[in-house]
């Protein structure tokens, strides 16, 4: 069975040539061609694209305290896992006479897509607002598509608010990412675009990528599950079940020794769910699997299985693993204090899950010292004299001179 099947392409270029329109329209025309498409698309006309503060403190009113403090302890988790992973923001090191280091910088602006409209996702305000503000980002946006009223669900509001993000933009779709890529009269430019979205969004994201920087393209959710005969078939079903419930192209694989397992969790999930992107595949062994696994790549790894922990060291690509039979996938999505904006379609071999890092970028510094001229001057006129760059090589001369001289 090729799993790869599974993942049913979408033809991007397709989708890039349908929103290539939309996002020059706004480039050029911005707020009125915002709003235009705002009309064409959800249906609505909006007379701002600001959401302004007292719409945030009312969503506050709306919502239940019980839901809101879920929110602030998802909050909690997801600020304390990006605060005590996220790298040093000075490294110096010292090589004999050099100091040498790397410096990490924040991005000065950034803007988040936050799906909403038929459904809403404040989980994504969190997971995307953040790490951005531990970062240090001194703009942060977030824009959001309406509902058919022209509202923005108030949980989205209120999650939005306590992520940390400095202005909220009611528009969706292509035509909110070509607005923060290059600016309307209402919304800012950004340095960089993350958060995921349908085929239209990471269609514009990937045509505004020339750009703008952006995390990575998005595909449907995905999960692939490893297990033996001690693993729990329900909790494994409704895994599965969880991200196949997401979008009609969402993926769900199971690799497992156990002929019992295998048949248990495929009833449940066809019992519940029909025919779908769901595949079990049977392994000689749990070896077996983790390379089919690393093939794959998927966004969410589980592994469940006896000693499930030391399985991780073999893995090299996946967007996030969730380890044993109580770390369901959903924990991760919402307030366990990982990332949920994670690679699919593959992706995951060479992208990695949004990290306080996503929103940084580093330099190098060197300082060296007339000892460490003299060391390795010599070398650098005759490695640059070889390139024929001959004012490279002057730029050290001169300075070997001065040396000599003082």
Known sequence: MDL?????????????????????????????????????FDGVELKR?????????????????????????????????????SVEREIRIQFEDCIMGKLYTPLEAVGAYIPGGRASYPSTALMTGIPAIIAGVEKLIAC??????????????????????????????AQAISAMAYGTESIPKVQKIVGPGNAYVTAAKILVAKDVAIDMPAGPSEILVIADDSANSEFIAYDCLAQLEHDPLAIAVLLTNSERVANEVRRIVQER???TNFAVKLVKDLDDAIKIANDFAPEHLAIICKNAEKELEKIKNAGSVFIGDFSGVAMGDYAAGTNHVLPTSGYAK???????????????FQKLTAESLKRLGKIVVKLAEAEGLKYHAESIKIRLDHSKNS
């Open 4 to 40: 790869n099947s599974l993942r049913k392409k979408i033809n991007f270029e397709e989708f890039i040539e349908k929103v290539r329109p939309i996002v020059e329209d706004v480039r050029i025309n911005g707020d009125k061609a915002v709003l235009k498409y705002e009309k064409l």
């Open 49 to 85: 694209l600001k959401i302004r503060k007292k719409e945030i403190d009312s969503a506050y009113e709306e919502i239940d305290d019980e839901l809101i403090d879920a929110l602030e302890v998802a909050k909690e988790n997801i600020e304390r896992f990006h605060m005590l992973t």
């Open 144 to 173: 959001t598509p309406p509902n058919s009223q022209g509202d923005v669900n108030p949980l989205t509001l209120v999650a939005c608010d306590l992520a940390g993000f400095e202005e909220i933009y009611c528009v969706g779709g």
């Open 273 to 275: 769910m029909g025919e």
């Open 350 to 364: 060479i992208y990695s899950g949004l990290t306080v890092e996503s929103f940084m970028k580093s330099l190098t």
